[in-house]
């Protein structure tokens, strides 16, 4: 069997852009809610079956936006009801669908069935009852509704998507602070150990001078061999920023090929700027004193 690794990724990758064009593009006007509530299912089903007159348009490349939005909202507005996390099938009974699809699995602790999204697609297309996405909806929240009568303390676990709110307080966020904090020193030892590192505004000017020492080149600069390097002066970029101007780091789980950025949220006099330093220091290389101003732009009164 294929390995369903490649493609489960790439669903990752480009969930919160395929989400983004259903709202943005495919249903604007369309007067849907996207709350991914058990409520919006209803009008979902229903512009649904407008667009969709028969089985087989699922499977059209002209309409393939628009389906994978809908398997996209499908399955993250189930695991928001009995938690769970994207699978991949390579069963291929979906005509279009060469590599696969997508599947959500509930919480492992309840006995509920994997559903595919696109076959729930199909199935709605061919009953035409306008009950097929609340069904699904109903029968995984009735589970988990069972589980917490069972264990007042349950909840759901759901895997974190791009979909998601960015979470200050997730865990890969804090194993990463945790991480770059407690080997700052090491890192200061071994690439600048006669520069003070203060976390004063006047410090970023030693940095961006840093960067361009070592990693002179975007290419250099994101290379695999500098990875230590870069967290260790991104980090650094933002705990200055935080430190001077307030604010508190977050996770951005929008990438860039494969990395996915931290950054800096809430900052300055009324907290509303935002550095993702990973970023900041990138345009740095073609922008002299680029981290200097990025610091003055977000410490300015609006």
């Known amino acids: 069997m294929a390995s369903t690794d490649e493609p489960l990724s790439q669903w990752h990758e480009q969930l919160f852009f395929v989400l983004m064009l259903l709202q943005d593009l495919e249903l604007k006007g369309a007067g849907f809610a996207s709350d991914y509530s058990g409520d919006s299912l209803v009008a979902l089903e229903r512009e649904f079956l407008q667009r969709y007159t028969s089985s087989e348009q699922i499977a059209w490349p002209t309409r393939r936006t628009l389906t994978e939005g809908l398997a996209a909202y ?13 699978a991949w099938s390579t069963e291929q009974d979906i005509d279009g669908f060469s590599v696969g699809v997508p599947l959500i699995t509930a919480d492992s602790t309840l006995t509920v069935e994997p559903i595919s999204p696109l076959r729930l697609l199909r199935d709605a297309a061919e009953v035409r009852d306008g009950q ?72 970023l000017a030693s940095l961006e001078e840093l960067v361009r020492r070592v990693a002179p080149t975007e290419e250099m600069l994101f290379d695999h061999v500098n990875r230590d ?18 604010g508190r780091w977050n996770w951005n789980l929008h990438k860039r090929g494969n990395r996915k950025f931290p950054y800096v949220e809430k900052l300055g006099p009324r907290g509303v700027r935002t550095c993702t330093p990973h970023l900041v220091i990138d345009a740095a290389l073609e922008k002299p004193g680029y981290l200097t101003y990025r610091y003055e732009l977000a410490a300015e009164q609006q």
């Open 74 to 86: 499908l399955g993250e507005t189930l695991m928001r009801a009995a938690g769970g996390a994207w």
């Open 229 to 246: 390097f870069l967290g260790g002066a991104v980090w650094y970029l933002g705990e200055t920023m935080r430190r001077g101007l307030g």
């Open 132 to 203: 097929r996405f609340t069904a699904v909806y109903d029968r995984w929240s009735c589970a988990a509704d069972e589980k917490k009568r069972a264990d007042p303390t349950w909840k759901p676990v759901k895997e974190h998507t791009t979909a998601d709110r960015p979470d200050p307080e997730s865990i890969p966020l804090a194993d990463w602070l945790t991480r770059r904090s407690g080997s700052f020193q090491d890192w200061a030892d071994t690439y600048a150990p006669d520069t003070t590192w203060d976390f004063t505004p006047a410090s």
